[in-house]
């Protein structure tokens, strides 16, 4: 079975501190995408980054930052500098070999950066 | 370029009622999809369809749902004898592409609340 834990349910920060939200998953295929959304107050799911299971190279994307290591079946997001517009609730996803491209999502973390 | 739209955004419905939602994807995705998202978890997938044909339904989706999407353009979802466990988000998504690990853009969802 597929599954993505995001163990976090809420962080707090204040601005401009750096926050990593975590991500476990679990799948038995070997081809596999991993993903990260961004869900704002106003509810529309904001697709940030995917990643397949043969690229361990993290990225960064301006102040965010992804951390894939297969190894501990991880995939973290950071965010540097957090300011407040970072708040919002994150979600990591898991897209297994199958194509349909059904996404398993995990249960979010809630991001609250205080001014 | 218009995004994911989702008609009604909110629909208030007494028991036992039938509702139907619609999605218009992105002009020429050929995929599309239907989750739902209760409070405080990530979305759940329901179905996808690839232009016409819907290829895949999950457990979730009980008989009292059903989906269409005629002519592979919009969509609509469909739950006769609404139940108080139905309230939900109802989120639609689309891609474009042959395979299924391509970016699904989200719609605003449909807020169902079944009283």
């Known amino acids: 079975a597929q599954k993505v834990t995001q163990a976090q349910t809420e962080i707090s920060v204040v601005e401009k501190e750096d926050v990593t939200l975590d991500c476990v998953y679990e799948?038995?295929?070997?081809?596999?995408?991993l993903f990260w959304y961004k869900q704002p107050p106003s509810g529309e799911l904001v697709f940030l980054i995917r990643?397949?299971?043969?690229?361990?190279q993290n990225e960064i994307s301006g102040r965010y930052s992804w951390n894939f290591q297969k190894s501990t079946s991880s995939f973290n997001f950071t965010i540097t500098a957090s300011q407040v517009v970072d708040s919002a609730v994150y979600f990591c996803?898991?897209?297994?070999?199958?194509?349909?491209?059904?996404?398993?999502f995990g249960q979010g973390t809630t991001l609250q950066v205080k001014p | 370029d218009t995004g994911v739209s989702q008609d009604p955004r909110h629909k208030i419905t007494k028991r036992g009622q039938n509702v139907t939602f619609r999605c218009d994807p992105i002009?020429?995705?050929?995929?599309l999809y239907w989750y739902r998202q209760t409070l405080g978890q990530g979305p759940e997938f329901l179905t996808y369809?690839?232009?016409?044909?819907?290829?895949?339904k999950s457990r979730l989706l009980s008989d009292r749902f059903s989906a269409e999407r005629p002519k592979g353009s919009f969509s609509t979802l469909e739950i006769q004898r609404t139940e108080q466990g139905d309230s939900a988000m109802y989120l639609c998504?689309?891609?474009?592409?042959?395979?299924?690990?391509?970016?699904?853009?989200f719609g605003p969802g449909t807020r169902l609340t079944v009283l």
């Open positions: 998504a689309s891609s474009l592409g042959e395979w299924g690990y391509n970016e699904q853009f």
């Open positions: 799948t038995r295929d070997t081809t596999y995408y």
């Open positions: 990643r397949n299971s043969f690229d361990e």
């Open positions: 996803a898991l897209s297994g070999s199958g194509n349909t491209g059904k996404l398993i």
């Open positions: 002009s020429e995705h050929n995929r």
């Open positions: 369809f690839q232009n016409e044909a819907q290829l895949e």
